[in-house]
């Protein structure tokens, strides 16, 4: 196993540049998560990886050996493909048997590999099957199989569920969680549902137009967005971005008038904003409460869940909220509603759309 | 459901297939009353639909009035085999550069090879004759084998480059990050879930090839040892007579296994074997 190391990896297709200077450490036996919206580059980021696409400049480094240009073999990396690329025509034994055949590795070692990752990926009774006798979760199993009888440094995931219904993907995302410990390898999984990658990844790495926009760990990236992306990628329901003015700043934090004149005392660092700029102030749903005095919200929505109630309606002059309240909680669609939010859980982005960084959040231990 | 009509569709699509049909039948079916006549009863006027005097002498006969009849019906078919077999090694190769590998000019030749398809090989017999001549290869099997070859890669290369494509990208970058060369996918990925191209490409390459070797054959071998059947017909025509209904017999027995061989590859041509490779 082995750390990977990307050193300002640019790609461009033609005159379109697709990956802007992406320098990342990824650790021995971590887990790292690519996510984005599609067309960031997330995917080009990982075929770069493999080798199936060349950088146009850069360099990637596994284990500390400079591989960008080596034939993917000699990367020592293995990946598996959204569509799981199986081949049809060959048993499940067979599928999971082709890197070592390609290696021309002896019958009984093969054997022994084979059935190893089988028993890993319970797998042993369908060996002898036809990927097209499987079900879709088994199929990505193989795949996963055909992965790991090679021993790589590094597992590349080309969004691997997508083609998963939810309760599946559901299933599949504990298994492969597993997998990682059991394995105790180096992951680069690539998705666009930030549910995958706030459950499985011990780090995230968001990208934006080609961008990084972030690379921390989960809790880090919830409660310290670093830009207004970020923020609204990461979190369900997304969170609610109101534009204010600011009204005062001083050491403690900044005032802020949201758009319908409600004002705010929020703690956050305040050196780079001064009075007047105009801001955004970012409210997860999960973080506000049913009150008597604060933000009054007229409710056009309502869907219960059960255990909660998530809420959507406009406040101030026209901007959309949504908030998830207690599932029995007393709401009615037509009705307003005043809704009160800790200031310490209130996010705030200037103009740029990058952080004011907060002061009484929960501090992250990197 | 998109495939479910009315009583009046159903009608209407069965009487134009029965024209079309009709169309194509109709000729092997007079071919083979041909056949089954008596020669001086094929120009009974006025013409009788039935008689009774329908018999197989003719497939006796002709073996007597053309003694190298079998041998004609062999070189048919080993010339058709051999021109597809050597269609196919140089069509799989390029079908495949064609449908995958980048390089420069890539279209200009695909057009080019189309271009070719556009030229009966009538227009180019004399070139032909020429090199031919030049080679050394006239009056052997090579002179109906070679140009055979030639006009028949272009619509080979046509046909399986479009069946390449459609197979899954993904399958072989995922055998190209296993380690496995080009060569390497390709036999052991790529041309096992072609085998239903293939076949069709093959069918099509040998049917071409047995339609065209009467003109090269009439025109590049004078040996009667190596004429195949359509060539070898004309024996049929005699000084004062011809025998049509040992012609027709003749004519018929000839195809007869090359169709008894398109009746077991027809299942393949309908084969699926892409199904479980990508999810749909």
């Keep these: 196993m082995a750390t990977l190391d990307l050193n300002a990896i640019s790609k461009s297709f033609g005159s379109a540049k697709v990956l802007h200077d992406i320098s990342l450490a990824i650790e021995d036996k971590e887990f790292v998560v690519f996510v984005g919206p599609s067309g960031c580059g997330k995917s080009t980021l990982l075929r770069i990886i493999a080798g199936l696409e060349e950088a146009t400049s850069g360099l990637i480094i596994i284990g500390g050996e400079d591989v960008s240009n080596a034939h993917p073999v000699d990367r020592g990396i293995s990946m598996v493909f959204q569509s799981y690329a199986l081949y049809p025509h060959l048993s499940v034994y067979e599928n999971i048997a082709f890197p070592l055949r390609v290696q021309k590795l002896d019958a009984a070692d093969m054997d022994s590999r084979v059935q190893k990752a089988a028993a890993i990926l319970q797998l042993t009774d369908k060996l002898q099957l036809k990927p097209g006798q499987l079900s879709g979760g088994q199929r990505q199993r193989v795949a996963i199989g055909r992965s790991i009888v090679r021993n790589p440094k590094v597992f590349l995931f080309d969004e691997p569920l997508s083609n998963l219904d939810a309760a599946l993907r559901g299933d599949m995302r504990v298994e492969l969680s597993q997998l990682h410990r059991e394995l105790d390898a180096t992951m680069v999984y690539v998705t666009h549902d930030q549910v995958e990658a706030m459950t499985m990844a011990d780090r995230i790495v968001v990208l934006n137009g080609g961008r990084v926009e972030q690379f921390g760990t989960p809790m880090e990236l919830y409660h310290h967005p670093a830009t207004k992306f970020v923020a609204s990628f990461i979190g369900q329901p997304n969170m609610n971005l109101i534009p204010a003015s600011v009204a005062g700043v001083d050491a403690s934090g900044v005032m802020v008038e949201l758009d319908g004149g409600h004002r705010m005392a929020l703690p956050v660092a305040s050196s780079t904003v001064s009075m007047g700029d105009k801001v955004e102030v970012g409210i997860r749903p999960e973080h506000v409460n049913m009150g008597d005095s604060g933000l009054d919200i007229s409710v056009n929505v309502l869907e219960r869940l059960g255990g909660t109630s998530i809420t959507y309606g406009t406040i101030g002059n026209g901007t959309r909220f949504c908030a998830a309240l207690p599932g029995d909680a007393a709401i009615e669609e037509g009705r307003n509603l005043t809704l009160c939010v800790a200031p310490e859980n209130c996010h705030v982005f200037d103009a740029n759309g990058d952080v004011l960084r907060r002061q009484a959040a929960p501090e992250m231990v990197a | ?280």
């Design chain 2, 1 to 280: 459901m998109m495939d479910r009509y009315t009583k009046l569709q159903i009608v209407g699509i069965y009487a134009c297939l029965a024209i079309f049909l009709t169309f194509i039948l109709l000729p092997f079916f007079e071919m083979f009353m041909a056949s089954l006549r008596p020669l001086e009863h094929l120009f009974r006027s006025p013409y009788q639909f039935w008689s009774d005097d329908f018999s197989f002498d003719a497939y006796k006969q002709m073996w007597v009035t053309v003694p190298l009849l079998g041998r004609y019906i062999f070189n048919s078919i080993y010339i058709s085999f051999m021109v597809t077999g050597l269609t196919m090694i140089f069509v799989v190769p390029a079908a495949y550069a064609f449908a995958r590998l980048q390089f420069p000019f890539k279209n200009a030749t695909l057009g080019i090879f189309l271009g070719v398809n556009m030229f009966t090989g009538a227009v180019l017999l004399i070139p032909l004759y020429r090199v031919l001549r030049t080679l050394g290869l006239l009056n052997t099997y090579w002179a109906m084998i070679v140009p055979g070859v030639a006009f028949l890669i272009p619509t080979g290369i046509w046909l399986l480059r479009s069946y390449l494509e459609k197979i899954p990208r993904e399958l072989e970058e995922a055998a190209f990050v296993d380690g496995a060369s080009r060569l390497y996918t390709l036999r052991r990925v790529v041309l096992p879930l072609a085998t239903p191209g293939l076949i069709v490409v093959g069918v099509a390459v040998f049917i071409g090839a047995y339609a065209q070797q009467f003109l090269f054959a009439i025109t590049f071998n004078q040996t009667r040892e190596l004429q195949p059947l359509p060539a070898g017909l004309y024996e049929f025509i005699g000084y004062q007579s011809v025998t049509w209904n040992e012609m027709m017999a003749a004519a018929l027995v000839g195809v007869l296994p090359v169709m008894i061989i398109f009746l077991f590859l027809q299942k393949y041509l309908v084969a699926g074997l892409t199904a479980g490779a990508v999810k749909e």
